[in-house]
């Protein structure tokens, strides 16, 4: 495709409007645009609780925010502000919200829609749209937008400014991210206390990290307090840029499908992820360098780059569901049987690959 016509100087807007992980996932979109278009002003409309994840990208002059949940009259507000302010404005999702933002802030406009009557209505508000098509990664699905614009592609996954982390930390240190946001995608606390034990074992202290949640915060209490080995929680206490440049130095860093491994496998850490329901094909975390080859469906121990997905493959792997209940608060038998030999083993894996 032709390469969109903009004048010099533009200004161009991402509207990102999802959760943290789905906001990290834009940056090669961002990235690409920075790349075609060097002299541009290139912002994103983010919710005012995801922003901080694009704290200091180097590809970006600014980020407008959003209530996750505005008035009528904030959203008339930040409408007004938006009007016809760019060049060029991205809608990165099929939503009302977000083709409507797109749709009022550019004066040229391009977004997806899907294959329905509220869908044909939203391509035409695009100069250039593309369909939604379920059953692709994430990163390739924002990618599509560099083609459909006709610049370049730079796969890069750009995590934020990274913070000193030095005074952090004494010796050789692994990063635990333990408690998930939803609880369909836990391990077990048996499972983490095992693997805190044998990474103490290898000489490695054990930080733990977590949001400030009450919730995750009782949680973590639990888990950590019966711990055989010393942990050190640093849990509510970084910004992003901190736990950027914490993940950054790690030697090697194990969580479940969430935000802070997709911000591991971004800053270049020897990354283990956790994956129950979630399908790895769609959500799989991205590593330094991009995937040459997509994750496969299953796979006890898959390898991509500084990234080693585990999984115990049962026959409803990967049900992309939310658990066996089909709730957030549901159990994950898939992860609730993942034996910690195996993250372990995975785990070593990652160490062993880092001294090459």
């Known amino acids: 495709m032709n390469r969109i016509d903009l004048p010099s100087h533009p200004r161009i807007l991402v509207v990102a409007l999802r959760r943290l992980g789905d906001v990290l996932l834009t940056t090669p979109l961002i990235r690409s645009l920075r790349h075609a278009w060097p002299d541009a002003t290139i912002e994103t409309l983010a919710f005012a609780d995801t922003a901080g994840i694009l704290k200091g990208n180097p590809d970006l002059n600014g980020v407008v925010v959003m209530p996750p949940r505005p008035t009528m009259g904030q959203g008339l507000a930040l409408a007004a502000r938006l009007w016809r302010r760019y060049d060029l404005a991205i809608s990165t999702q099929c939503g009302d919200r977000p083709t409507f933002f797109a749709s009022i802030a550019g004066r040229v406009r391009v977004g997806p829609f899907e294959p329905n009557f ?3 209505l939203k391509h035409l508000v695009f100069h250039r749209s593309t369909p939604y098509e379920p ?7 924002i990618l599509r937008f560099a083609d459909l614009l006709g610049i370049a592609r730079v796969p890069d996954l750009v995590a934020p400014h990274s913070a000193d982390a030095s005074g952090m930390t004494a010796g050789p240190y692994a990063v635990i ?3 998930p946001m939803f609880r369909y995608k836990q391990w077990t606390k048996q ?16 930080i733990a990290t977590g949001s400030p949640g009450e919730a995750e915060r009782r949680y973590l209490d639990e888990l950590w307090g019966a711990a055989s080995v010393p942990v050190r929680r640093v849990d509510g206490q970084l910004e992003w840029p901190q736990l950027a440049g914490l993940l950054s130095k790690a030697r090697v860093y194990i969580g ?7 911000l591991a496998a971004a800053s270049g850490c020897p990354t283990v992820a956790l994956f129950g329901p979630t399908d790895p094909r769609l959500w799989g975390p991205w590593p330094v360098g991009g995937l040459d080859t997509i ?12 990234v080693w997905l585990v999984q115990n493959a049962l026959p409803c792997t990967p049900c992309q569901l939310e658990g066996c ?28 690959a880092a001294k090459r």
């Open 325 to 352: 209940e089909r709730r957030l608060d549901s159990y994950s038998q898939c992860l609730d049987e993942l034996s910690p030999g195996q993250v372990i083993a995975a785990a070593d894996q990652a160490l062993a």
């Open 191 to 206: 499972g983490w206390r095992e693997l805190a034990a044998a990474l103490a074992a290898r000489g490695l202290m054990v």
């Open 135 to 141: 059953g692709v990664h994430r990163v390739e699905e």
């Open 256 to 262: 479940p499908d969430t935000s802070v491994t997709h």
């Open 295 to 306: 994750w496969a469906a299953t796979g006890a121990i898959q390898r991509r780059g500084n």
């Open 177 to 179: 991210h333990a408690a």
């Open 118 to 120: 509220s869908g044909r």
